[in-house]
């Protein structure tokens, strides 16, 4: 029989939580070769059994602990959907239950508050949903969070952010156990990353700069759209209708970044993705994101990821032909 995955239920449970890590572990059993054995044995359970209503209104049906009888549980995730203490306290007694059979705990979005009232995660590193760090810092202050990672691991546990999140936790599990063959498989499958680094911030470089103050909105949303172009302090402050001083100097207090630290990192981003889904030379991806040469584009990537271009590809992205 296939490693057991046991997803522990609750009303109100956030069904993308559920529902998207389901589908990459279901998806090896279904296109297995003829006559291979599944890899993977999936159960939903509740405290309760029966019917469970989940935060959209969609019921799922769910078993009692005891239809688990004695066996081994390989992994046990726990998704995100609630938020008041009362019922994470409810939630977290059952999860501390069955914790000890399973070999792996992994949680999704909120699901890390309630693996920390469980007891499971004292001075382990774990993430959550960028709104509920703090959530998660009150339910146990020796979690080491890490606020911008898309999933941490750590010994036994995952943790994993926000909602979609869960589908890149879930293809970490599936690697893990599978291989990066079979991942990559189940990726282009469902049309999602093939795989994003677990390092990977939450938000996207557009999107962290677009939210990061309203004033530069319009033109960080140009900017993601013309990487390729001259995108220069004067040129950027021109489209602003500021001098170039005066630009780079709001600029910088509003966001962080310098004007040119934040188009380097949507230029890197834009190429992480191009290396990722697609087959393109490097000399190619490099003029389609605005690095102007290969060298340029290895010299950036080596300061930020610490790898090069063709490394990233190999790990992350798609398997090119020689």
Not at 53 to 63: D, F, L
Not at 200 to 209: E, H
Not at 270 to 285: E, N
Request: charged share 15%.
């Amino acid at each position: 029989m296939g490693k057991l995955v046991v997803f522990l239920l609750y009303d109100d449970v956030n069904v993308l939580d559920v529902a998207g890590p389901i589908e990459v572990f279901s998806q090896p059993c279904r296109n297995r070769p003829a006559g291979a054995a599944e890899p993977y044995r999936i159960m939903l359970v509740s405290a309760h059994g029966g019917p469970v209503r989940t935060s959209s209104g969609v019921v799922m049906h769910t078993e009692a602990f005891a239809a688990l009888g004695d066996d081994a549980i390989d992994t046990l995730v726990v998704p995100g959907g609630v938020e008041a203490q009362p019922a994470v306290a409810g939630v977290a007694a059952a999860t501390a239950l069955l914790a000890p059979r399973a070999q792996r705990i992994a949680s999704v979005c909120t699901g890390a508050i309630i693996l920390a009232y469980a007891g499971l995660l004292g001075g382990r590193r774990a993430t959550t949903h960028w709104r509920y760090v703090q959530q998660l810092h009150a339910a146990d202050a020796s979690v080491q969070i890490e606020p911008d990672a898309l999933y941490v691991h750590d010994g036994p546990v995952w943790t994993s952010a926000g909602i979609s999140a869960g589908i890149d936790l879930a293809l970490a599990l599936v690697e893990a156990d599978l291989g990066h063959a079979a991942v990559m498989t189940v990726a282009r499958q469902m049309v999602v990353f093939i795989k994003r680094p677990g390092g990977q911030s939450q938000f996207s470089a557009p999107l962290s700069a677009q939210s990061s103050d309203a004033q530069f909105a319009d033109l960080h949303a140009w900017m993601a759209a013309h990487l390729a172009a001259d995108l220069r302090v004067e040129t950027l402050a021109e489209r602003s209708h500021m001098s170039p001083r005066s630009f780079a100097r709001h600029y910088t207090a509003k966001t962080g970044n310098t004007p040119a630290r934040g188009v380097e990192l949507m230029r890197l981003e834009a190429a992480m993705q191009q290396l990722i889904h697609a087959d393109w030379p490097l000399k190619r991806i490099a003029a389609a994101c605005g690095f102007g040469d290969e060298q340029n584009l290895r010299r950036v990537f080596q300061r930020h990821m610490g790898l090069n271009p063709l490394q990233y590809r190999e790990r992350f992205g798609v398997q090119v032909a020689a």
